[in-house]
């Protein structure tokens, strides 16, 4: 008797010392980029003060907003174990029809054009997320597949045409300018889609159990998550948030062809590891993955204004990526020894 | 294995009808000795890097970075080039750099325990970073055609293009070293349960190790014959082909989940995906038709296995 009681009281102390454990190392993680931001941002003010400027700022915002976007989508695709590599050309397409919708069709109201274009994501996003839950097949497969598959679309329509600022309707470049207490529109979208999936994430059911999937697929079937409707909803909202970057791409851009948004998935799955989203799903934040996004175009911003020459900002992101997961794996090691330290001692 | 003799009795039956339709629709001009050796040279280099790749992705790894190995010694053989180094020793040079290339993926993987999709997105961008250091937005062309000419002729008196040759060379070695050795039995067994794999005595880690220097090595040699092949050295050779590379050897059967496929399904996978790209572009048709189609390819190889096994649990459970 007195064996059972002994073994079950010293759980409970063990849970709350590790969730402390884990809490303190989660804002260790998203304290270390900010560090890093500042780290960057600090000299590069130094050298050039207009670089804090209010102007160069709003760029900087208005420029990481584009992968803040698709980053929110990608870390609760993420944080189920999968992974969305279509996100760019989904963009792409996006950025496109809604830019022909506007060409061809002057009178269409901005925010009927940016329905559209979400519409066109949430499509791309549905067949993602139908073929892997339905088809179980490997998302990294499925979003290889259509990656290729939605860019061939995006230039088979536009047949190397591009619509050009001239044949928008001047409410919409406006949306791509405007301000409110000098913020740029296109930034305050960002942060309220950014909050709505910081509170799903972090008070709903449904969100919950986004984590309970990717850190054990078996044991959420087991515990009557609905594994697959769940992953299907993360796909079809990881594509209608790259459709609404590519409608506020246009927006932003002006100019908009079949090659908007090449390449940009590695951007975003870049930003969302470096703001610590493990890859193998179960753990992360929105806010996290946004800091990522805001630390990359960070980077790119500094070195136009260091003079350092563009070249230099590939290598920089990929070793940016590679030392963030290396520091995550540290600090889990840590963790769990840390873990079986307070195991040990809540035992003895 | 009976699941996948299929998969590759379905592959050629595959190859056999595009190389038909071909022959039939281009009034012969598909299977020509000219044709063949454009479509040779054309995936040579995915040829060349899906040797290694496949080994790796058995493994139950992926290695995303090739195309920027490939890219990063097109541009140092630029470079060393313009420094004034002789080829003799710039090509070695360029193989050893893909090698250490492969092998910090490796390190990072198998020491650190870090997972490799993740490790490779980021040497990708590391080194395709690193190619554009060296070399910026310049090429470099002023080649010596003794060497370039191996790129665009064919063996003398055969239609055989020389990266082919190569390819060969190397799939035989591959294929060895994959199917008839003990060292490829553990690539199996790795890529099947890692764990049990451990226990058995296999050195996982070891073996994750080389096969990410193969790799890198391979990609390095990939590079060189890019380069040559267009004389050109540029850092942004090879943009985006380790999707190709990738989508090539899943269609030849390789699970995404490792333990499974064979050499000769990935090499049956190259030629499908290459003979269907040469035969669109014979047919004029326009190049997003051809990204469109790899992108189609792809899905279905991963679908039509999930989907059979889907049917046969059906079936299983009629009887």
Redesign the interface.
Known sequence: MTTQLDTVAPPAARRTAARRLTTRVGRVRELGIVVALALVVIPTAIVNPRFVQPQSLRDLLLNASIVALLAVGQTLVVITRNVDLSVGSVLGLSAFLTAQQFADHPGTPVIAGIGFGIAVGLACGLLNGLLVALGNVPSLVVTLGTLYVFRGIDYALAQGRQVNAANLPDALLDLGSARIVGIPILVLVTVVVIAVAAVYLRSYRSGRELYAIGSNPEAATLAGIPVAKRTLTTFVLSGLVAGLAGALWVARYGTVDAAAGTGLELQVVAAVVVGGVAIFGGSGTVAGATLGALLLGTITSCLVVLQIPAFWQQAISGALLLSAITVDRLLALRLAKALRTTEGTSHA | MRNLLRWETALVFLLIVVALTGQVSTDGSFLSGGNLFYLGLDIGEIALIALPLTLVIVAGE?DLSVASVLGLSSALIGWLWNAGWSLETILPTVIVVGALCGAVNGL?VTR????S???T??????????A??VL??TAVADFPSSYTEFGTTPLPGTNIPYPILLAAVLAVLFGIALHASSFGRSVYAIGANEEGARFSGIRVKRIKLILFVLAGAVAAIAGIVYTFRFSSAR?DNGV?LE?AV??AV?LGGVS??GGKGSLFGVLAGVLLLGGLRNLLILQDT???????????L??VS??AP??TR?VGTLRKAHT
């Open positions: 992926i990072l650190l325990g870090l997972p999709l993740a490790v997105i980021g040497t990708l961008a590391l080194y395709r970073g690193l554009l250091v910026g937005d850092a985006g999707l990738v989508a899943l995404i989940f326009s190049t997003e038709v051809l990204t469109i189609v790899t992108g189609l792809l899905l991963v679908l999930s989907i889907r």
